[in-house]
């Protein structure tokens, strides 16, 4: 979800290979929250610009996620940027079983398949064919806090296995719904992107907050 270099990180959570999990010898991640579906509206400047949702259908230990990503920044009826992201993930008992994404990120289009094999996850994206453990998360996997204490992700929008870095910052009170809540701030910093997330006391994530181009873009929860 968040932006950098021009290329936009749906998920929210990518980053480049072999970077480290930073977090104070004291944090504590927030409750694991059970899987619901999530949407947001995405703002630029205070203008809305775009919608995230997270659709989570579970049947007994098989939890079906589908993520829909749908920006466009305009200014006087020119397009800065497009993006749409598609992806619908398979979890069983916890793990990702298969994924399917499809993105356009100004323009340029990529596909990504993953499947659970004995061997692990293969990925098959643009950079080729690539194995990732089989307990692995995805850049998507924002609606779980269990992202926030992993190393490595697999990149649900370009394929092969990304590093991630998350430091905690702390309690705010954020707006949802028109109250405010207590929730707790992560900083994500990726050679792609840099923002911070939020997620309340029920390990609900409820706010996103990035930067594209030197423009802020803020995540705001409506259901």
Same mark, same amino acid.
């Given at each position: 979800?968040f932006?950098?270099?021009?290329?936009f990180?749906?998920?929210?959570?990518?980053?480049a290979?072999?970077?480290?999990?930073?977090?104070?010898?004291?944090?504590?991640?927030?409750?694991?929250?059970?899987?619901?579906?999530?949407?947001?509206?995405?703002?630029?400047?205070?203008?809305?610009?775009?919608?995230?949702?997270?659709d989570?259908?579970?049947?007994?230990?098989?939890?079906n996620?589908?993520?829909?990503?749908?920006?466009?920044?305009?200014?006087?009826?020119v397009?800065?940027?497009?993006?749409?992201?598609?992806?619908?993930?398979?979890?069983q008992?916890?793990?990702?079983?298969?994924?399917?994404?499809k993105?356009?990120d100004?323009g340029?289009?990529?596909?990504?398949?993953?499947?659970?094999?004995?061997?692990g996850i293969?990925?098959?994206?643009?950079?080729? %064919?690539a194995? +990732?453990?089989?307990?692995? =998360?995805?850049?998507?996997?924002v !609606?779980?806090? @269990?992202?926030? $204490?992993?190393?490595?992700?697999?990149?649900?929008?370009h394929?092969?296995?990304i590093?991630?870095?998350?430091?905690?910052?702390?309690?705010?009170?954020?707006?949802?719904?028109?109250?405010?809540?207590?929730?707790e701030?992560?900083?994500?910093?990726? %050679?792609f992107? +840099?923002?911070?997330?939020? =997620?309340?006391?029920?390990?609900? !994530?409820?706010? @996103?907050?990035? $930067?594209k181009d030197?423009?802020?873009?803020?995540?705001?929860?409506?259901?």
């Amino acid at each position: 979800m968040f932006i950098a270099r021009r290329r936009f990180i749906g998920g929210l959570v990518g980053v480049a290979a072999g970077a480290t999990l930073s977090v104070s010898s004291l944090w504590t991640r927030p409750a694991l929250a059970v899987p619901q579906s999530l949407h947001f509206k995405a703002y630029r400047d205070k203008s809305p610009v775009g919608t995230h949702t997270v659709d989570v259908q579970s049947s007994g230990n098989q939890m079906n996620v589908t993520i829909k990503i749908d920006l466009n920044v305009s200014v006087a009826f020119v397009t800065l940027f497009e993006f749409k992201h598609d992806c619908e993930e398979i979890w069983q008992s916890g793990r990702l079983v298969s994924l399917r994404s499809k993105t356009n990120d100004n323009g340029d289009k990529f596909q990504v398949t993953a499947e659970a094999t004995p061997e692990g996850i293969r990925i098959e994206g643009p950079g080729g %064919p690539a194995i +990732a453990p089989a307990d692995a =998360y995805t850049s998507n996997s924002v !609606w779980n806090t @269990a992202v926030l $204490e992993q190393k490595t992700v697999i990149d649900a929008q370009h394929g092969g296995i990304i590093g991630l870095s998350v430091s905690p910052r702390g309690e705010q009170q954020v707006a949802v719904a028109g109250r405010q809540v207590p929730a707790e701030k992560y900083q994500v910093v990726t %050679p792609f992107v +840099a923002g911070n997330v939020w =997620y309340d006391e029920a390990g609900r !994530w409820v706010k @996103a907050l990035f $930067e594209k181009d030197g423009e802020q873009m803020e995540y705001r929860l409506v259901a």
